[in-house]
């Protein structure tokens, strides 16, 4: 779905602490690795206090915004589930809500990775070669808990199939 000459829309929304802002850094990453030009917008809030954080990542052949446009969110990727109602306007008609409970959190080899497992469900969603998200991953996460994450993505990945 990334390839094929459209931009791609997704809004990564939770709470403050829960990751979101590192996996638009790992989705963004992963599609400029595929060779796509990238676009990545935040909306922090009350970040510190755990409030709501979103963030618009935009990729295709060329993107000239980063900001998706309301109602236009191909994906909708949630960390926390009062989060979902507030930010469904954004998705697109047809468009896919990835919810917090896509993954079940005991299947994780630690509970702060889910951020990254939900991100493997939308990879088995996009054309992104998954060399291009582990190398993401990589430069995004420290190497202490690269293992984890990358147990948490291919979790997630298979889930979705």
Do not use: Y
């Amino acid at each position: 779905m990334s390839r094929g000459g459209r931009v791609v829309n997704v809004v990564i929304a939770g709470l403050g602490g829960q990751g979101v802002l590192t996996a638009s850094d790992i989705l963004a990453g992963a599609a400029f690795r595929a060779g796509l030009d990238v676009k990545k917008a935040e909306v922090h809030g009350m970040s510190q206090r755990g409030g709501s954080v979103t963030s618009d990542v935009r990729f295709g052949p060329e993107v000239l915004s980063p900001m998706v446009p309301a109602g236009e969110a191909d994906f909708l990727l949630v960390l926390e589930p009062s989060e979902v109602a507030g930010n469904r306007p954004a998705l697109a008609p047809g468009g896919l809500l990835v919810p917090p409970d896509a993954v079940a959190v005991g299947a994780l080899p630690n509970r702060r990775s889910l951020n990254v497992a939900l991100l493997g469900v939308l990879a088995a969603r996009l054309d992104l070669p998954e060399a291009c998200w582990l190398d993401a991953l990589r430069e995004a996460l420290p190497a202490r808990l690269l293992g984890v994450n990358e147990k948490a993505f291919r979790i997630g990945r298979e889930t979705a199939r």
